[in-house]
């Protein structure tokens, strides 16, 4: 896992656009896999104004959500396909039959979720899924204890992870019990992952994730056995990290070819 602080959010979002932007433009049907949340939206922000001033193209660009609330419809101020058209898709050049996200209203949810594996696969894999982590280390909406080699399926959310959503609702008790996710499994086999993690409320799930044993209590600990995981922190995030002064030495000192 490669670990990547930054002295603030908008540094290290911005990082994480060029990082995607070069994906892009090597292989322009590239297929991402997409999160919501607070994290990735000055990332989106930064994605809508390559767009917009420098020309980054979405046109044959596919996107996977990892969830979606189960019982809303995508018109749903809360919903995830609303904050994605709100926060990035109304402001890029992506087709709309092109993106893909959990149908939150679906009337058999397990035939949806086998079928949304199946639009993965149709379309060659995932080649950069975004994510973010919640305070207790949960990747997509992924629960501690979550199997490791789970797939997209219904998941219930905890009272901390309803709380920790709220926002978008008004209050905790109007937050949605159930979710479509995808797996960690799925979440793995993508070929390259980019963790973006920002606040100090995020410190300790950070450092498990990144420093501490492997385990499904922390879900994104599992990011450690992946080839290509990149991690995005601002410094808040990184305050318990045990050996931060070597992973800014070593973002420091990377070799020209390897800069994003």
């Known amino acids: 896992m490669e670990i990547i602080i930054q002295p603030d959010i908008p540094a290290a979002s911005r990082i994480g656009a060029r990082l995607i932007a070069r994906q892009i433009r090597r ?4 297929v991402l896999g997409l999160a919501t949340g607070n994290s990735p939206v000055p990332l989106y922000a930064e994605l809508a104004r390559m767009h ?10 596919r996107t996977f959500n990892l969830d979606e ?10 919903s995830y396909h609303t904050f994605m058209k709100t926060h990035l898709f109304d402001l890029i050049n992506v087709p709309v039959s092109g993106i893909h996200i959990p149908d939150g209203m679906a009337s058999d949810v397990e035939r949806t979720c086998r079928a ?5 696969r ?9 994510l973010g982590v919640g305070s207790d280390g949960h990747i997509g909406f992924n629960e501690p204890t979550s199997s490791l080699a ?4 219904i998941k219930t959310l905890t009272d901390r ?7 978008g609702f008004g209050k905790p008790e109007d937050v949605p019990y159930h979710v479509i996710t995808m797996g960690i499994g799925t979440i793995m086999e993508s070929r390259g992952c980019l963790l973006l993690a920002f606040g ?3 410190a300790k799930a950070v450092a498990a994730a990144a420093e501490g044993p492997i385990t499904a209590m922390v879900p994104a600990s599992i990011l450690q056995m992946h080839p290509r995981a990149v991690m995005l922190l601002d410094e808040e995030a990184a305050a318990e990290l045990t050996r931060a002064d070597y992973y800014r030495w070593v973002y420091n000192h990377k070799p020209d070819w390897q800069n994003f």
């Open 161 to 167: 992870t309803r709380r920790d959503n709220a926002a």
């Open 52 to 61: 917009r001033e420098e020309g980054l193209d979405f046109a044959r660009v």
């Open 116 to 120: 949304y594996e199946e639009e993965i």
């Open 122 to 130: 149709a379309c060659g894999g995932i080649d950069l899924q975004v």
């Open 150 to 153: 789970s797939r997209t399926r």
């Open 27 to 30: 292989r322009p049907d590239s």
């Open 69 to 78: 609330f189960i019982g809303l419809s995508p018109d749903h101020p809360a």
């Open 200 to 202: 100090r409320k995020k």
